[in-house]
């Protein structure tokens, strides 16, 4: 086998070492200066507040947008600078250049007050912004706010040739370290221990009398040491050798005693032998009453394997009635279902009645009107006074059938779209501040009696890709379980729902003020058929079919909170875009 040098193991793992540790440190170093010219930039950034907000504050002052893309063109131009975000005192943004970063949610519409650093982004953008203030007459009047951005390519692109040094520094050192040790090592090691190998190779162990090994080396060291040792083993096996040829001699002289040992011996197995015969009978007795006994273990095995099978028939017995159980789960949720569209359905009939009744009314007093405008006609005693009268009580009527007309079409196309979601689960986009208007509004006639409030808080410009039909059935769940269960003793309740756009999710917060929930409704709040109104006919399936809507239908999660007197609040988050599987 192939032996790898003492030596070139040493070196390997001490310039391992090295490299490690050469590596750190520049790495360090070139950290260091990464930040170290970050924090300089920052310091140019803060630098040119003083430099051209004297410039850029008269320019917005005096309204000179053309000025003032000037003088943001101008910064631009500077090395520094990636890009440029002006606004004006409401915070609307006057021109924003190069590569930005949307600060409309950091500052929303506030102006700074101060000079602020942004932090670096993921797209290696960090900035500074600062106020711009307009003195007149000894007052100061913010007009703005300017915010600059440089990059981590500007920081890179400055450190550039510090990397280059430091790394062909390195470079340099490790080369001519590694040469040194090599010259070293060869001197100081590989040469003499490969001849003081040579020396012990050519040792005749037949003839060991007067042999010794020599290190020629100016010094002594621990090679010399390690010759002395071996010379001095040299002197140790040729004793050892002296004392085998005695010891063999002894054990000639021992062998013969063991002869007389072994004869002995013979004797004493044969006596044995005997009363190893009778043992052997002991055992085959024994022998048998095991197998008598794995007979009747046997047997009782047999009889455990048809109880389990027993149990297995039961065990299917129990998963069907399971499966039956699930069956008619499902039809109860699609009977509540269906019962929640039927008090839909009567609701929007009674909503719509309203305006279809003074729709009516108003065209038969406009017929009325009409025939005896015609009577005074055809009789020659229309005058313009009568004229002028019928014209006016005619826009009167026309304007309240139109708006009449308008609401019950408005009704009647919220209720049709509510309905189809809510008996179908198709998939497809919808506008969800605009959706939830049209659900309250068709939950209207449950709550136009009561003094309730309804706050929704969502983005106008969400869209969602899912099944409007387990959205709709979900707020309605919700609503009418505040309506029934929250507010049942409270004159005046208040419900906020508050959506929140996050990128690829939608948070939604439901909360009311009601009476709330013990600990021990709470843990049950989502179990099938619990419900704290089944004397008045509750179901109990309200917040089941909405936990599953929300698991099963949107694939997403929901959470609940309560206390007694502090009313509930549900937080929903579910996908954005659900495609269905084919």
């Known amino acids: ?57 008269r320019a917005i002052w005096e309204l000179n947008t053309q000025q003032a893309l000037i003088i943001a063109d101008g910064l631009l131009a500077i090395p520094a600078i990636e890009g440029i975000i002006v606004r004006d005192d409401s915070g609307a943004v006057i021109t924003q250049l190069g590569r930005y970063i949307d600060i409309s949610e950091r500052y929303s519409n506030q102006l700074v007050q101060e000079g602020i650093r942004l932090t670096e982004q993921n797209s290696g953008l960090f900035g500074y912004t600062f106020p711009l203030i307009f003195e007149f007459s000894g007052r100061a009047t913010q007009v703005g706010d300017v915010t600059l951005f440089s990059s981590r390519a500007v920081v890179l692109d400055r450190i550039k040739v510090g990397i280059y ?8 050192k490790t080369t001519f370290l590694i040469i040194l040790f ?85 004797q004493e197995v044969a006596r044995k032998t005997s009363g190893l015969s009778q043992a052997m009978m002991d055992l085959q007795q024994q022998k048998q009453e095991l197998e008598v006994k794995q007979q009747a273990l046997r047997e009782e095995i047999e009889r455990r394997r048809h109880s389990e099978e027993a149990l297995r028939g039961k065990q299917s017995e129990l998963e069907k009635t399971v499966d039956d159980l699930k069956q008619a789960q499902d039809r109860l949720v699609q009977s509540e279902k269906m019962a929640a569209l039927g008090g839909f359905v009567a609701g929007i009939t009674h909503e719509v009645n309203t305006p279809v009744g003074i729709g009516v009314t108003a065209t038969s007093f406009l017929a009325e009107k009409l025939a005896a405008l015609d009577a005074a006609y055809k009789d020659k005693t229309l005058s313009p006074k009568v004229l002028e009268h019928f014209i006016e009580e005619a826009k009167q009527s026309t304007s309240l059938l139109q708006s009449n007309l308008t609401r019950a079409s408005e009704l009647i196309a919220s209720f049709k779209q509510i309905a189809v979601d809510q008996t179908s689960d198709a998939i497809r986009t919808i506008n969800l501040a605009e959706y939830l208007h049209e659900v309250i509004r068709s ?24 099944p409007a039909g387990a959205i709709s059935q979900i707020f309605t769940n919700l609503l009418m379980n505040s309506l029934i269960h929250g507010f049942e003793e409270l004159e005046e309740g208040y419900i906020r729902i508050t959506v929140l756009d996050e990128g690829q999710m939608v948070d939604i917060t ?17 179990h099938p058929f619990f419900t704290t109104k089944r004397d008045q006919g509750g179901s109990g399936l309200g917040t089941h079919i909405t936990y599953n809507l929300v698991r099963q239908t949107l694939g997403g999660s929901i959470q609940v909170s309560s206390e007694p007197g502090h009313g509930l609040s549900y937080h929903i988050r579910f996908p954005k875009n659900l495609k269905r599987n084919s």
């Open 443 to 466: 939950l209207q006639p449950n709550f136009k009696k009561t003094r309730h409030h309804i706050d929704v808080n969502c983005p106008e410009s969400l869209m969602l890709s899912c």
């Open 182 to 266: 090599l010259l070293a090592f060869r001197s100081q090691l590989t040469l003499p221990l490969s001849e003081l190998t040579q020396q012990i190779e050519d040792l005749e162990l037949d003839h060991l009398e007067g042999t010794k090994v020599e290190v020629r080396h100016d010094e002594a060291n621990e090679l010399s040491v390690m010759a002395d040792a071996f010379n001095r083993l040299i002197a140790r096996v040729q004793d050892y050798k002296v004392q085998l040829e005695s010891t063999q001699k002894q054990l000639l002289h021992s062998n013969e005693k063991l002869d007389q040992h072994n004869l002995l011996l013979e």
């Open 510 to 526: 439901y909360s009311d003020n009601g009476r709330g929930l013990t600990q021990e409704q709470l843990e049950k709040l989502f």
């Open 165 to 172: 040094f430091l790394v062909g520094n390195a470079v340099l």
């Open 1 to 57: 086998m192939q032996q790898k040098s003492l030596s070139r193991k040493l070196l390997t793992k001490v310039l391992s070492v090295y490299f490690i540790l050469t590596f750190v440190v520049t790495l360090g170093q070139i950290v260091a200066e990464y930040f170290n010219t970050k924090d300089h930039i920052n310091g140019e950034l803060a630098t040119l507040q003083q430099t051209f907000s004297g410039s850029l504050t």
